[in-house]
C-alpha cells in the first residue's frame, strides 16, 4: 500500500455504438492541474437522458480551453451518474465554473492510492470487469476522522483482500465528500466481501454516510 505518490492509470474500454476506447491518467494533484466530479442524481426512468446530457456536456466542456479529459460513469442501479474531469490547471477549471455546463462540478483530489503490483491501477474490462464507486458524505469538521476511519478499514480489511486490484480515495476542496474508486475482479466478489465488513464501512462510525455501488463506464473523452 501506498499513499498519494503516484499515478493511477485508467484505462476505460468502451463498447457503446459510436465510441472508441480511452486512458485517463488520474494522480494526486500537484497544484499544477485539477480534479473535478459531479454525481448526479437519477431514477431507471430518467438515467438515460441524464447519460445524454451528460455525454453532450462533456463534448461541450471540451472545447474550453485548459480540459484535459472526462469519464461519465453509470451505476448498475441506475440512481447516480457521475462526471469525472481533469484540467490541466486549476485557473482553467475555475474559469469555467461559472458556465452552466461546469456548475454542478466540484474540486477534489486524491488523498489515497493503492495499486496491486505497483504504482498503477488499470480499470478496463479485461483489467478491472467491476468498478465500485463510494461517496461518502460528511460535515467539513468531521473530514479528517472519516478519512482516518477510511484508511483503517481500507487497510485493514478491503486492501488485503485478493479480489481488490486497487483503490483511490478522492477528497473535495469543500472537505465535504470523500470518493472512492475502486477496482474489483468482479462484482460478485464485491458484495460477498460487504456482508463481512461491519465495521469497516466509513461511515459506520456516526461521522458520515455512504453510499456504495457498482459502476459502468458509458463514455469518455480526452484532448
Do not use: C
Not at 484535459?68 to 484540467?87: E, F, G, M, N, P
Not at 496491486?116 to 461517496?135: K, Y
Amino acid at each position: 500500500m501506498q499513499t498519494i505518490a503516484a499515478f493511477i492509470t485508467i484505462a476505460l474500454a468502451l463498447t457503446a455504438a459510436g465510441e472508441t476506447a480511452g486512458t485517463v491518467k488520474i494522480g494526486r494533484n500537484t497544484g499544477r492541474d485539477a480534479t473535478a466530479i459531479a454525481v448526479v442524481d437519477s431514477t431507471t426512468d430518467t438515467v438515460a437522458g441524464i447519460v445524454d446530457e451528460e455525454r453532450s456536456r462533456v463534448q461541450r466542456l471540451s472545447h474550453q480551453e485548459g480540459f484535459r479529459s472526462a469519464v461519465v460513469l453509470k451505476s448498475h442501479d441506475s440512481l447516480h451518474v457521475i462526471l469525472y474531469t481533469q484540467w490541466e490547471s486549476p485557473a482553467a477549471f475555475e474559469k469555467v465554473t461559472k458556465a452552466e455546463d461546469a456548475s454542478a462540478l466540484r474540486r477534489f483530489s486524491v488523498a489515497y492510492l493503492s495499486a496491486r503490483g505497483g504504482d498503477t491501477l488499470a480499470l478496463g474490462q479485461a483489467e478491472a470487469p467491476a468498478i465500485l464507486i463510494n461517496v461518502i458524505s460528511t460535515e467539513p469538521q468531521q473530514i479528517d476522522r472519516l478519512y482516518e476511519f477510511w484508511v483503517k478499514g481500507a487497510e485493514g480489511y478491503w486492501l488485503t483482500l485478493p479480489d481488490v486490484i486497487g483503490s483511490a480515495l478522492h477528497r473535495s476542496a469543500d472537505n465535504r465528500t470523500l470518493i472512492n474508486i475502486a477496482a474489483w475482479t468482479t462484482g460478485e466478489a464485491w458484495r460477498k466481501a460487504t456482508e463481512h465488513a461491519a465495521g469497516n464501512f466509513a461511515g459506520a462510525h456516526g461521522v458520515g454516510t455512504s453510499d456504495p455501488k457498482l459502476y459502468d463506464v458509458v463514455a469518455v473523452t480526452t484532448r
